[in-house]
């Protein structure tokens, strides 16, 4: 017998007939003999629709306390009707409001961290043969506000209870089959992965692969919780998240993404001397600009070119506050470019093939697509290209590494 979370995404409980099949699902794993915990979004678009009202009465930026106590409403209404759907079908269930259910967080309204769980109410729910259905998302802060984890947290909810309650799978239901070796809205020979490491999986939700939240893997990472990326519609078995097996056989490239919500910002002739970045990115992050990737150059002539990519909402700030630093660190101007893509390639076995960057290389440069930009990790190869042609090189790089 296992214990199982069970977590449920947003278009998974949209209406009525998907909360009665996702009751269903839950009665099914558990007359297989499991114990099960659910984890539920709000249904469909409706955290959307509530971030919409708030800006209809508020022109500014509404209060986030007030914020987070309106966007955790979108949950109790899909965890209240997902036990009565469990109560038609005689199956006891139990709902929980993240502070019901002990998840304590810090007190960053609208992105908070889980701090710590006390999970003694839904242990026992269980233990008297309960399936309690936790509403994603929210727990209550050290001041005892309510509070949400951030867009796309109920990821985060799942995972940290599955680890909380030492559960053998925490399983993410959504509306895809699993994880794919790439958008198969883009690349249509994608094929979806039977497995995937941890370190591949954080690699791809931090760069645009959109299935997971990246800070639910690397919660489940550092607390050895597996998952299941799978379909709530075909409930076919899905894609396995788990540790690396050194026995196994990585495939040198598992998957590409593309990321288009990144701006590039390039600080031109600055005085090449100890400090300049230091200066300049210590500005950026007072005004929690979220610097991702960095390159600079050095001239023959004693001056450096500095870019680096930040989020597009973010761009407007980055410009503003490298601007207002001209004068003191004496660079030349700051230009920007908001058309930018992020194309990366990911794969556990690169770190012992040679030639995989090479590949890359040559494939774009086939395309006559320009490399803007270059970062790696020990298991990705990014680059920054035009907007305008990353879905292209998407396709021809996904065929290059034979993944289609
Ligand atoms: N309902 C929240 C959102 O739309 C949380 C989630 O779905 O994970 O971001
Ligand atoms: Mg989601």
């Given at each position: 017998?296992?214990?199982?979370?069970?977590?449920?995404?947003?278009?998974?409980?949209?209406?009525?007939?998907?909360?009665?099949?996702?009751?269903?699902?839950?009665?099914?794993?558990?007359?297989?003999?499991?114990?099960?915990?659910?984890?539920?979004?709000?249904?469909?678009?409706?955290?959307?629709?509530?971030?919409?009202?708030?800006?209809?009465?508020?022109?500014?930026?509404?209060?986030?306390?007030?914020?987070?106590?309106?966007?955790?409403?979108?949950?109790?209404?899909?965890?209240?009707?997902?036990?009565?759907?469990?109560?038609?079908?005689?199956?006891?269930?139990?709902?929980?409001?993240?502070?019901?259910?002990?998840?304590?967080?810090?007190?960053?309204?609208?992105?908070?961290?889980?701090?710590?769980?006390?999970?003694?109410?839904?242990?026992?729910?269980?233990?008297?043969?309960?399936?309690?259905?936790?509403?994603?998302?929210?727990?209550?802060?050290?001041?005892?506000?309510?509070?949400?984890?951030?867009?796309?947290?109920?990821?985060?909810?799942?995972?940290?209870?599955g680890a909380a309650l030492g559960a053998d799978v925490c399983e993410i239901y959504t509306d895809v089959t699993g994880v794919f070796s790439a958008d198969p809205r883009v690349v249509p020979t994608a094929k979806r992965l039977a497995h995937i490491s941890f370190d591949e999986m954080n690699e791809m939700a931090a760069t645009g692969g959109r299935v997971l939240m990246l800070r639910s893997v690397e919660f489940a990472r550092s607390h050895h919780v597996p998952l299941h990326?799978?379909?709530?519609?075909?409930?076919?078995?899905?894609?396995?998240?788990?540790?690396?097996?050194?026995?196994?056989?990585?495939?040198?490239?598992?998957?590409?993404?593309?990321?288009?919500?990144?701006?590039?910002?390039?600080?031109?002739?600055?005085?090449?001397?100890?400090?300049?970045?230091?200066?300049?990115?210590?500005?950026?992050?007072?005004?929690?600009?979220?610097?991702?990737?960095?390159?600079?150059?050095?001239?023959?002539?004693?001056?450096?070119?500095?870019?680096?990519?930040?989020?597009?909402?973010?761009?407007?700030?980055?410009?503003?506050?490298?601007?207002?630093?001209?004068?003191?660190?004496?660079?030349?101007?700051?230009?920007?470019?908001?058309?930018?893509?992020?194309?990366?390639?990911?794969?556990?076995?690169?770190?012992?093939?040679?030639?995989?960057?090479?590949?890359?290389?040559?494939?774009?440069?086939?395309?006559?697509?320009?490399?803007?930009?270059?970062?790696?990790?020990?298991?990705?190869?990014?680059?920054?290209?035009?907007?305008?042609?990353?879905?292209?090189?998407?396709?021809?790089?996904?065929?290059?590494?034979?993944?289609?």
């Open positions: 017998m296992a214990l199982i979370v069970q977590k449920f995404g947003g278009t998974s409980v949209g209406d009525a007939d998907r909360i009665r099949a996702v009751a269903d699902h839950i009665a099914r794993t558990r007359r297989q003999g499991n114990d099960v915990v659910a984890v539920v979004s709000a249904m469909g678009k409706s955290t959307d629709d509530l971030l919409r009202l708030a800006g209809a009465v508020c022109s500014t930026t509404p209060p986030p306390r007030e914020m987070d106590m309106l966007l955790t409403s979108g949950e109790r209404i899909s965890m209240s009707l997902l036990c009565m759907a469990l109560a038609d079908l005689g199956v006891p269930a139990a709902s929980f409001t993240g502070s019901q259910a002990g998840i304590i967080t810090d007190n960053e309204h609208t992105r908070a961290k889980i701090l710590e769980i006390r999970p003694d109410r839904l242990s026992a729910a269980i233990a008297e043969g309960m399936v309690p259905v936790v509403a994603g998302f929210q727990g209550m802060s050290t001041d005892r506000d309510i509070t949400t984890l951030g867009r796309g947290g109920s990821d985060v909810t799942a995972v940290a209870l990326v799978r379909s709530s519609f075909t409930w076919e078995p899905g894609t396995w998240v788990v540790e690396e097996d050194e026995s196994m056989e990585q495939a040198i490239v598992s998957a590409v993404t593309h990321d288009t919500s990144e701006a590039k910002v390039t600080v031109a002739g600055v005085p090449d001397r100890p400090g300049i970045a230091a200066h300049l990115f210590r500005a950026l992050a007072d005004r929690a600009v979220n610097v991702d990737m960095i390159v600079q150059n050095t001239s023959a002539n004693g001056t450096t070119d500095i870019s680096f990519t930040v989020p597009r909402v973010d761009l407007a700030a980055a410009v503003e506050v490298a601007e207002s630093l001209r004068a003191e660190l004496g660079f030349v101007e700051v230009t920007s470019d908001s058309s930018i893509a992020r194309l990366s390639v990911i794969g556990a076995g690169m770190k012992s093939h040679p030639g995989v960057t090479a590949t890359m290389f040559e494939t774009l440069a086939s395309l006559g697509v320009n490399i803007e930009m270059i970062s790696t990790s020990s298991i990705r190869i990014s680059c920054v290209v035009d907007e305008a042609v990353v879905e292209d090189a998407m396709r021809a790089v996904h065929a290059a590494y034979g993944l289609g």
